[in-house]
Each structure stands twice: as C-alpha cells, then as structure tokens.
C-alpha cells in the first residue's frame, strides 16, 4: 500500500491571487478567496520500482475539498493561507475510509527582483511557508491517511520570464524540511528496527518547469508543467507490506492549468495532473477546479 503523492506536496491552486510556486503577485489592501475541488485517483502504485496492483486498495480514490486565501500585504509581499479537508477511500479490499481536516499552510512570498529584459519581464520571487496538522489523524495509516503528520518548513525560489506578448517560461525550485510524525505503536521497522512512536519523516526537495501563455489581454491564462519530487533519503516499500511515513518518495509528472477571469473580481480555474514515473508512491491521475472572487480592503 503506498503513500499517494497528494499527501506530500500537493498545494491547491489559486486564481490571479497566486499560489506558493508561481510568479504572481497580490496588489497591496487586496484579497483574494478560492473554493477548491481536487481529486486523484490510482490503481497501480510502485513497491519500490516494482510498478503492482493491490486488490485490498485499490481502486484508491483521495479527494480534497480546500479554502485558500491570498493577501496583499504590499504590492511586494503577499501572504497565502490554506486549509484542506481531505477523504480517502477505495471500493476494493476491507480498509476504513479516512476524513478529516488536514494540514494548514501558510507562506510568505516576495517579489526580489523584476527587471525588463529585451522584450519581457525576468521576476525573482522567494518562498518562505510551513505546514502543520490541524487534526490528530493517524499517519501509518497508508495510504488513507490524511496525511504525513509531521511540520514542515518550506523554502522556494521562482524564476520568471515573461514576455511583452504574454508568453512566458517559469523554474521553480524548493526544499522541505520536516519534522517527526507520532505513530499508534512503540516499535517499527524501516531497514533496522526502532523502539519508538516517532518516526523522522524524510526532507524533499521540489522542481517544476512551467510554459504558458495569458489570452484575451490577460483574461485567461493557459500553462503545462513538468514536477519532479523527492524525498532525499528514505526506504522502500517492503514486499507485500504497507507504506509508511519514513520511504523513500519519488515521483515525475506533467499537468495542465488554465485560469479564466470573466468580471467582477470573479474567476475560475481546472487543472489536470499526471504521475508518470515514481517510487513508493501511486500511479495517480488527478484534477482540481475551483472560484475564486477578488476584492480590496481599502478605498485607495
């Protein structure tokens, strides 16, 4: 049974108020609120490389309902908040679904540099955000559990080109330091055996690369991406057994977004993401929609 990726990493996505790892920026007295739909689903997972079914999991389904929040405390800083609830459950084997509340996010983001080059704009953005569970859901749980249940403290880098005509290339790359998880146990096994509730949870590292384009004088923005992460160290799948917090978590995928702003400080967005290649992790495909409405605080 393995730990889906959608525990790890994922960060819903966000209109024109930006995310965590794209190049956007809130104006400053302004707020901007998404509701969020996602699911991902998998019925192959890698043990390990071995790429296998398990009929007591799968089809596994997780899908995440999330409130975002995205505000301009200066046109150069912004602040995110996020709250997700997430279900998991699957129509094969006898495992209990799972449901609950899950990790709050909070990041800081701020613009470093923004220089026009040529015929575009080259931005410089740094991330600076953790993570932490806001429920006491079991984590060796997997792959139901809600989550990892361990803190993690998450710093970024975004590097942007975007050209005059709307086209633009995007690089990301971050690291992610996590804290220790408590499991329903006194002893484990990962490699050796340890006497102890606590389970370190493995530190990760995340790139993307982004191609988009914005339409209809900045109406309606269209972008594919490629993710590759990582966790850089950990252990396998053992053979027939469960996942659980400590492996070894790698995996590539590729996805589309598109974001599309009508009026009135409305908009709303889909997104489609593949996992291609991985390691202790499944074979997911999965989507996100949602809306979001923009406002100011202030009368300026």
């Known amino acids: 049974m393995a730990l889906t990726l959608g525990i790890v990493n994922m960060i819903p996505a966000i209109t024109k108020a930006q995310t965590p790892s794209d190049a956007i920026m809130m104006e400053g007295k302004r707020i901007c609120v998404a509701g969020l739909y996602g699911s991902d689903k998998w019925d192959r997972y890698w043990e390990g490389t ?27 800083l912004n602040i995110l908040v996020s709250v997700p609830y997430v279900h998991t459950s699957s129509s094969g ?25 040529g015929s575009g704009d080259f931005t410089t953005h740094a ?8 429920s006491n859901y079991l984590s060796d749980y997997a792959p139901f559990s809600l989550g990892l249940g361990a803190p993690e403290a998450q710093g970024r880098l975004i590097l942007q080109y975007l050209l005059d005509m709307g086209i ?13 998880t408590k499991i329903e146990r006194d002893y484990y ?3 050796t055996g340890y006497y102890s509730d606590k389970v370190d949870v493995p530190n990760a590292t995340d790139f993307t690369g982004t191609l988009g384009c914005w339409f209809f004088d900045r109406k309606l923005k269209v972008e594919s991406t490629y993710e590759n992460f990582n966790t850089v160290k950990g252990h396998d799948i053992r053979r027939q057994d469960a996942g659980f917090p400590s492996n070894k978590m790698e995996a590539s995928s ?8 009508p009026a009135g ?5 889909a997104n489609y993401s593949q996992v291609f290649a991985g390691r202790n992790v499944g074979k997911s495909s999965g989507f996100l929609v949602g809306v979001t409405y923009q406002f100011g605080i202030s009368k300026s």
Do not use: C
Request: no cysteine; hydrophobic share 45%; aromatic share 14%.
């Open 50 to 76: 071995l790429l296998r079914t398990n009929g007591n999991v799968t089809p596994f389904t997780r899908n995440t309902y999330g409130l975002m929040l995205a505000g301009g405390i200066t046109t150069k």
């Open 93 to 117: 084997g006898y495992f209990k679904d799972a449901k609950g509340l899950q990790d709050f996010g909070a990041w800081l983001k701020a613009e470093v540099l923004k220089s026009h080059l």
């Open 127 to 134: 991330v600076v955000g953790f993570t932490t569970p806001m």
């Open 168 to 180: 633009y290339a995007r690089v990301t790359g971050a690291f992610l330091a996590r804290g220790t």
């Open 189 to 191: 096994y990962a490699d």
């Open 254 to 261: 590729i996805g589309l977004h598109a974001q599309y702003f």
């Open 265 to 269: 400080g409305f908009g709303v967005l």
